[in-house]
């Protein structure tokens, strides 16, 4: 399937794929939790609670947002080092791995405790993760966008396809 939408939609479209993936079953998230009582009658129609709904929702983006960071995030990711020369290759490989992922993963996990120590609860802090989501993928997009554009560029003055 990653094939088949590099080659027929190219890599910007391919690279979208994840954060929209994300976006999509993160309003779905946060509109259950926050805003529940607006679903309690749609969540008792289908015999359950928004909660039940939000956890269901929630797995579901835990699958897809996997499934589609394996399939073509990653090797999104490894196509932007192909038009470089290969000590740009060797420098961005270990500064993406070594710095960006680590830093990525404490950074959130930084952020999710400040606020639960600042606010009280995970519950509480919950509209503010919806805001820093929406912020992240914002800036996420405009970055796709940024190295799409040049990744073209330098594919182009490789003669290499994409």
């Known amino acids: 399937l990653g094939r088949k939408i590099f ?6 479209k391919a690279a979208m794929v994840t954060p929209t993936m994300i976006g999509v079953t993160g309003v779905a998230f946060y509109a259950l939790t926050i805003f529940a009582p607006f679903f309690e009658p749609i969540a008792a129609g289908l015999g359950t609670t928004p909660l039940m709904l939000a956890v269901i929702v929630g797995a ?5 947002s996997k499934s589609s960071k394996y399939s073509l995030f990653d090797p999104c990711k490894e196509m932007a080092y192909i038009p470089l ?29 400040i606020l639960i120590f600042g606010v009280g609860s995970l519950a509480a802090a919950t509209p503010y993760l919806a805001g820093i989501l929406g912020i992240l993928l914002f800036f996420w997009y405009k970055s796709v966008n940024s190295l799409a554009g040049q990744f073209e560029e330098a594919m182009e003055a490789t003669g290499e396809s994409a």
């Open 7 to 12: 080659k027929y939609f190219g890599w910007r």
């Open 85 to 113: 020369d290969q000590d740009s290759k060797t420098k961005g490989k270990a500064a993406v791995d070594v710095v960006g992922n680590p830093l990525g993963k404490s950074g959130g996990a930084l952020i999710q405790q």
């Open 60 to 64: 579901a983006q835990n699958i897809l």
